[in-house]
C-alpha cells in the first residue's frame, strides 16, 4: 500500500496555482490539518480495539471496559467534528482563489490586442473561464487536500503495522511495487485524456455560442440540420474521450483495490499462524485487519485524487496557455499627459502596418493631417486598409512602422484610458452587450451619467424616438448582442454611446451602414451638428457619407492617393470618381433589395 507520487509534469503545472494560493496559505494548512487530525484520530481506534481485545476480553479485566469504549466514542466523536472543521475551513479560500483567478483572467483578456481575439475560438476562453476554474477550485478545496492527507495516512498506517509486527509491515512493501508502477502509467495516460477532454469541451461551447449568436442567420438559411450534425459529432467525440477518462479510473480503481484486498488476505493467513504458535497475539491480529480496513479507502480513493489532480494540472496549463499571452499594446512606462484642453490635431506620418506573422503590409507609408474640427472621410475600396487605419488611432493595433499623433503626441506614448477617453469610436458592427438601453449608452463612461445627456446623445444619433418607445425606456433590456433591435436600431445606440461623452475625436467605421433612407437622412441632419465641435475621422461606404465631410482621403494600395473636398476630387481624379460611381451602384442595389 505505498503511495504513488504524481507525474512531475502535474505537480510542476499545479505549483503554477502557487501565487493564488499563498495568501490563504495558513486556512488552507489549518483544514489540512484538521482532515489530518481526523483520519489519524479514525487511525488510532484500531489501537483502542487491540487494548480492548488484548485486556478486558482475553484477560476478563472488564473494570477498564467503559474507558476503552469511552476512548473509541472520543475518537469518532473528533474525527466527525474535525471532518465538519475542515470543510468550514476550506470553503471560503478555495471560492476566493477561483473568484481571483477568474477576475485575473479577464482582465487579461481585456488586455489582449484585437489579434488574439481574432484568432482564438470564443467558446475556448469561456471553457476556461467557468469550467476549468471550477477544476481547479475542487481541487484546492478538497482533492489537493485529500491528495496529501491520504498519502500521510498511509504513510502512518503503515508505520503502525510495523509496530504491530515487522512482518506484516513487509507485507505492505512487496505491494508497494506493482501498486506504485501502474498507478503511474494508469495516471499519465489519464492526464492526455483529461486534456483532450477538456479541449473538446470548449469547442462544444463555440459550436453552442455561434449558433445562439447566428440563430437567424442559420435559419434562414436552413443549415439547421448540418451544424446540428457537426454538434452531434463533437459531442460524440467528447462521449468517447470522457469513455476513455472512464476505463483508465476503472482500471486505476481495480488496481487499487485488488492489492490491498491480496495484502489484507496475506495478512489474515500470517496472523493465524503467528497467533497460533504464539508469537502474536488476538488483538494484534485484529488491530492489523482493523488498520488495513481502515487504509483501504486512503488508497483506494489515491486513484481518483490522482486523477482529479491531472485534470486540474490540465485546467492549470489551459489557464496559462491565456495568461501567458503578453499583451502587446500596454500603457508605456514613462506617459505623456495630453495638451490641455485637447485641440484634437489628428496627424499618421508614414503610418505602417501589417498583422503579426505577415510579411504583406496592410498599410505602407500613410500620411494624412486632420486639423482640429475637421471632419475627413476615408474612402476606398474593400480591402484597402480603412477600418485597420481607423484602429491604429485608438491603438486597437498598433503601427509597425511610423506614428500616429494626437495633439503632437504619438498614441503610444499616452495612457490607454486617457487616449480612449479623448478618441471615441462607433463601428460599423454595432456591438452591444445584454444589458439597458442607459448602460450601453453610457458604456465608455467609467462614472456614467445623468439621463438628460443620455437623452441628448440619443436625439443627436436620432434613436430617442425608439428608445421612448420601448416598454420601460432608458431601463429597457435589449438582450444579448441587442439582437431584439433592428440593424438600425443598434448602429444608432453605437453612434449615441460615441458621442455622449463629447469626446474631442470621433471615429466613425461607417456609421450609416445599416441605416434605411428616411434614418439615414435624420442621423446625417444630427451628425453635421455634432462634427461641427469635434474632430472626425469617417470611413464612408456610402456617397451620402462622403458629403458630410470637409475633406476627404483616398486609400489605395496601402497609400493615401488624393486628399481634397469632394468636388475638387470629382474634378481632377478618375479613381476617385470610378469608385463613387460604385458606391453608388451599389447603394442602389440596396435600396432596390430593401
Given at each position: 500500500m505505498s503511495v504513488p507520487p504524481p507525474d512531475r509534469a502535474t505537480l510542476g503545472s499545479l505549483l503554477r496555482l502557487t501565487p493564488y494560493v499563498r495568501p490563504h496559505r495558513w486556512v488552507l494548512l489549518a483544514g489540512g490539518s484538521a482532515a489530518l487530525g481526523g483520519t489519524l484520530a479514525g487511525l488510532t481506534i484500531p489501537l483502542v480495539t487491540r487494548a480492548i481485545v488484548d485486556g478486558p476480553i482475553a484477560r476478563g479485566e472488564l473494570a477498564a471496559l467503559p474507558w476503552l469504549v469511552l476512548g473509541v466514542v472520543a475518537l469518532g466523536t473528533c474525527e466527525a467534528l474535525l471532518t465538519f472543521l475542515r470543510r468550514r475551513l476550506?470553503?471560503?479560500?478555495?471560492?476566493?482563489?477561483?473568484?481571483?483567478?477568474?477576475?485575473?483572467?479577464?482582465?487579461?483578456?481585456?488586455?489582449?490586442?484585437?489579434?488574439?481575439?481574432?484568432?482564438?475560438?470564443?467558446?475556448?476562453?469561456?471553457?476556461?473561464?467557468?469550467?476549468?476554474?471550477?477544476?481547479?477550485?475542487?481541487?484546492v478545496a478538497f482533492s489537493g487536500i485529500f491528495l496529501v492527507v491520504n498519502v500521510l495516512t498511509v504513510a502512518v498506517g503503515i508505520g503502525v503495522l510495523l509496530w504491530l509486527s515487522v512482518w506484516l509491515g513487509l507485507v505492505i512493501a512487496v505491494t508497494a511495487v506493482p501498486l506504485l508502477v501502474l498507478t503511474l502509467t494508469l495516471e499519465r495516460r489519464f492526464s492526455v485524456a483529461a486534456r483532450r477532454a477538456q479541449d473538446q469541451a470548449g469547442d462544444l461551447a463555440t459550436v453552442v455560442e455561434e449558433s445562439a449568436l447566428g440563430?437567424?442567420?442559420?435559419?434562414?438559411?436552413?443549415?439547421?440540420?448540418?451544424?446540428?450534425?457537426?454538434?452531434?459529432?463533437?459531442?460524440?467525440?467528447l462521449r468517447g474521450t470522457e469513455l476513455a477518462k472512464v476505463r483508465l479510473i476503472a482500471a486505476?480503481?481495480?488496481?487499487?483495490?485488488?492489492?490491498?484486498?491480496?495484502?489484507?488476505?496475506?495478512?489474515?493467513?500470517?496472523?493465524?499462524y503467528g497467533v497460533a504458535d504464539g508469537s502474536l497475539t488476538i488483538g494484534t491480529l485484529v488491530a492489523a485487519v482493523t488498520v488495513m480496513t481502515y487504509l483501504y479507502w486512503p488508497v483506494a480513493s489515491l486513484g481518483w485524487l490522482l486523477a482529479q489532480a491531472s485534470e486540474a494540472a490540465a485546467a492549470t496549463r489551459r489557464y496559462w496557455e491565456v495568461r501567458d499571452v503578453p499583451p502587446a499594446i500596454v500603457d508605456p512606462d514613462d506617459p505623456v499627459p495630453l495638451p490641455r484642453p485637447v485641440r484634437g490635431a489628428l496627424e499618421l506620418r508614414d503610418v505602417r502596418f501589417r498583422h503579426p506573422g505577415s510579411d504583406r503590409e496592410?498599410?505602407?507609408?500613410?500620411?494624412?493631417?486632420?486639423?482640429?474640427?475637421?471632419?475627413?472621410?476615408?474612402?476606398?475600396?474593400?480591402?484597402?486598409?480603412?477600418?485597420?487605419?481607423?484602429?491604429?488611432?485608438?491603438?486597437?493595433?498598433?503601427?509597425?512602422?511610423?506614428?500616429?499623433?494626437?495633439?503632437?503626441?504619438?498614441?503610444?506614448?499616452?495612457?490607454?484610458?486617457?487616449?480612449?477617453?479623448?478618441?471615441?469610436?462607433?463601428?460599423?458592427d454595432s456591438v452591444l452587450i445584454s444589458a439597458s438601453v442607459r448602460e450601453n449608452v453610457t458604456?465608455?463612461?467609467?462614472?456614467?451619467?445623468?439621463?438628460?445627456?443620455v437623452w441628448e446623445a440619443l436625439r443627436v444619433a436620432s434613436a430617442d424616438g425608439f428608445v421612448a418607445a420601448l416598454p420601460w425606456g432608458l431601463d429597457t433590456r435589449i438582450g444579448e448582442q441587442g439582437m431584439s433591435l433592428s440593424g438600425g436600431q443598434r448602429q444608432r445606440l453605437a453612434l449615441?454611446?460615441?458621442?455622449?461623452?463629447?469626446?474631442?475625436?470621433?471615429?466613425?467605421?461607417?456609421?450609416?451602414?445599416?441605416?434605411?433612407?428616411?434614418?439615414?437622412?435624420?442621423?446625417?441632419?444630427?451628425l453635421r451638428r455634432v462634427l461641427g465641435g469635434v474632430t472626425a475621422l469617417v470611413v464612408a461606404h456610402r456617397?451620402?457619407?462622403?458629403?458630410?465631410?470637409?475633406?476627404?482621403?483616398?486609400?489605395?494600395?496601402?497609400?493615401?492617393?488624393?486628399?481634397?473636398?469632394?468636388?475638387?476630387?470629382?474634378?481632377?481624379?478618375?479613381?476617385?470618381?470610378?469608385?463613387?460611381?460604385?458606391?453608388?451602384?451599389?447603394d442602389q442595389r440596396e435600396e432596390v433589395g430593401a
Open positions: 476550506v470553503a471560503r479560500p478555495s471560492t476566493a482563489i477561483e473568484a481571483t483567478m477568474r477576475a485575473d483572467l479577464f482582465a487579461h483578456l481585456q488586455r489582449l490586442p484585437v489579434a488574439f481575439h481574432d484568432a482564438w475560438a470564443s467558446g475556448q476562453l469561456l471553457s476556461r473561464a467557468t469550467t476549468d476554474l471550477t477544476t481547479i477550485r475542487w481541487f440563430i437567424r442567420v442559420l435559419k434562414s438559411l436552413g443549415r439547421g440540420r448540418r451544424l446540428t450534425a457537426r454538434f452531434v459529432a463533437d459531442a460524440r467525440g486505476l480503481w481495480a488496481v487499487l483495490v485488488l492489492l490491498p484486498e491480496g495484502a489484507i488476505a496475506v495478512v489474515l493467513g500470517l496472523g493465524a496592410v498599410l505602407r507609408g500613410v500620411d494624412l493631417a486632420v486639423r482640429p474640427g475637421e471632419t475627413m472621410a476615408l474612402v476606398g475600396a474593400t480591402g484597402s486598409g480603412k477600418t485597420t487605419l481607423t484602429a491604429l488611432v485608438t491603438r486597437l493595433e498598433d503601427v509597425t512602422g511610423g506614428a500616429v499623433l494626437l495633439d503632437g503626441v504619438d498614441v503610444r506614448r499616452l495612457r490607454l484610458a486617457e487616449l480612449r477617453t479623448a478618441v471615441a469610436t462607433a463601428f460599423e458604456l465608455g463612461l467609467p462614472g456614467g451619467t445623468d439621463d438628460s445627456r449615441a454611446r460615441a458621442v455622449v461623452a463629447h469626446p474631442p475625436v470621433l471615429v466613425l467605421d461607417d456609421p450609416l451602414s445599416a441605416l434605411d433612407v428616411h434614418t439615414e437622412a435624420e442621423v446625417e441632419a444630427a456617397p451620402s457619407t462622403v458629403q458630410l465631410a470637409d475633406r476627404v482621403a483616398l486609400l489605395d494600395g496601402g497609400r493615401i492617393t488624393a486628399v481634397g473636398t469632394h468636388s475638387e476630387l470629382l474634378a481632377r481624379h478618375p479613381e476617385y470618381r470610378r469608385l463613387l460611381t460604385s458606391l453608388e451602384s451599389d
